[in-house]
Nanobody
Framework: QEQVVESGGGLVPAGASLRLSCVTS????????MAWFRQPPGKERESVAA???????YYADSMKGRFTISRDNAKNTLFLQMNSLKPEDTAVYFC?????????????????????WGQGTQVTVSS
């Protein structure tokens, strides 16, 4: 069973930046389409960004401009660079991976598209 592990969360003030990382244990990340989701307190999990094996990138509209998803296949690591953080970005951030192929990039924004999930890393942004 694949394991997905996130790291890099923490408590930061509003306006700060944070970079999350995600690694896989069995297959290298180059084999996976991968994504970041987040779950704010008391709310449903929502899509943040996704990246396919070919490098096509999806961002949720509210994340565009402040968040950047990237992958370093040589380091076997997926990143989420988050800039100009706001208190409403406070959430548990989850990394997800899939070997499946979808023809529509929007499909990669859906939770059902992913087979492997991490336990999440907490990001708290203070006002």
């Amino acid at each position: 069973q694949e394991q997905v592990v996130e790291s890099g969360g923490g408590l930061v003030p509003a306006g700060a930046s944070l970079r999350l990382s995600c690694v896989t244990s069995k297959r290298t990340i180059r084999n996976y389409a991968m994504a970041w989701f987040r779950q704010p307190p008391g709310k449903e999990r929502e899509s943040v960004a996704a990246i396919t094996t070919g490098g096509t990138i999806y961002y949720a509209d509210s994340m565009k401009g402040r968040f950047t998803i990237s992958r370093d296949n040589a380091k076997n690591t997926l990143f989420l660079q988050m800039n100009s953080l706001k208190p409403e970005d406070t959430a548990v951030y989850f990394c997800a991976a899939t070997l499946r192929y979808y023809s529509e990039i929007d499909d990669y924004a859906q939770m059902w598209a992913y087979d492997y999930w991490g336990q999440g890393t907490q990001v708290t942004v203070s006002s």
